[in-house]
T-cell receptor, first 116, second 115 residues
Framework: GAVVSQHPSWVICKSGTSVKIECRSL??????MFWYRQFPKQSLMLMAT?????????EQGVEKDKFLINHASLTLSTLTVTSAHPEDSSFYIC????????????FGSGTRLTVV | AQSVTQPDIHITVSEGASLELRCNYS??????LFWYVQSPGQGLQLLLK??????LVQGIKGFEAEFKRSQSSFNLRKPSVHWSDAAEYFC?????????????FGGGTRVLVKP
């Protein structure tokens, strides 16, 4: 089955530093990748949608300059949290949509970010 | 606009008992519906999906869901729950011409399994 690898699974960083999270589709090509943020005991909040080779589309209220998204290939998207602050601490999850199965949305295992 | 409502925030069920999780949706056309399960600290795993054909859909781990257009519902069921079914369950709808490629998620239902 389709597999999405998300790395790292957890990261601790100091305030003011940047953190990069990778999302890779291992056995399929992804036309579109999605980045979500999830607060404890809450549902997923879509942050942005990225298509390979083009700029990401951010949801209302999400800071583009803080959450940089790059989708350089059909198998890799990255989310960089710039100048991280404690309020950015959260669980981040990526999802990839299969090029050959438009109803195939596969999720990564998530990244727990803690900013200290 | 498409939306999903999961009326039950928490459900507690005894091991071996049946389970039903409710999902109601709002969608402009024929909906594409999904159920995902999330274990603590993990990503989401697809249980099943529906977009046409038989309204009773079989999924993994013994789960099934029934699409009822007249009730705008897509409830998830399992005849006999195992302790390992304790998790968070999310219903989702999408994609659509109006909302684009994204899925819209319900608020989730947390399932607790009593021994």
């Amino acid at each position: 089955g389709a597999v999405v690898s998300q790395h790292p699974s957890w990261v601790i960083c100091k305030s003011g530093t940047s953190v990069k999270i990778e999302c890779r589709s291992l056995d399929f090509q992804a036309t579109t990748m999605f980045w979500y943020r999830q607060f404890p005991k809450q549902s997923l909040m879509l942050m942005a949608t990225s298509n390979e080779g083009s700029k990401a589309t951010y949801e209302q209220g999400v800071e583009k300059d803080k959450f940089l998204i790059n989708h350089a290939s059909l198998t890799l998207s990255t989310l960089t949290v710039t100048s991280a602050h404690p309020e950015d601490s959260s669980f981040y999850i990526c999802s990839a949509r299969d090029l050959t199965d438009l109803y195939g949305y596969t999720f990564g295992s998530g990244t727990r970010l803690t900013v200290v | 606009a498409q939306s999903v409502t999961q009326p039950d925030i928490h459900i507690t069920v005894s091991e071996g008992a049946s389970l039903e999780l409710r999902c109601n949706y709002s969608y402009g056309a024929t909906p594409y519906l999904f159920w995902y399960v999330q274990s603590p600290g993990q990503g989401l795993q697809l249980l099943l999906k529906y977009f046409s054909g038989d309204t009773l859909v079989q999924g993994i781990k013994g789960f099934e869901a029934e699409f009822k257009r007249s009730q705008s519902s897509f409830n998830l069921r399992k005849p006999s729950v195992h302790w390992s079914d304790a998790a968070e369950y999310f219903c989702a709808v999408g994609p659509s011409r109006a909302a684009g490629n994204k899925l819209t998620f319900g608020g989730g239902t947390r399932v607790l399994v009593k021994p």
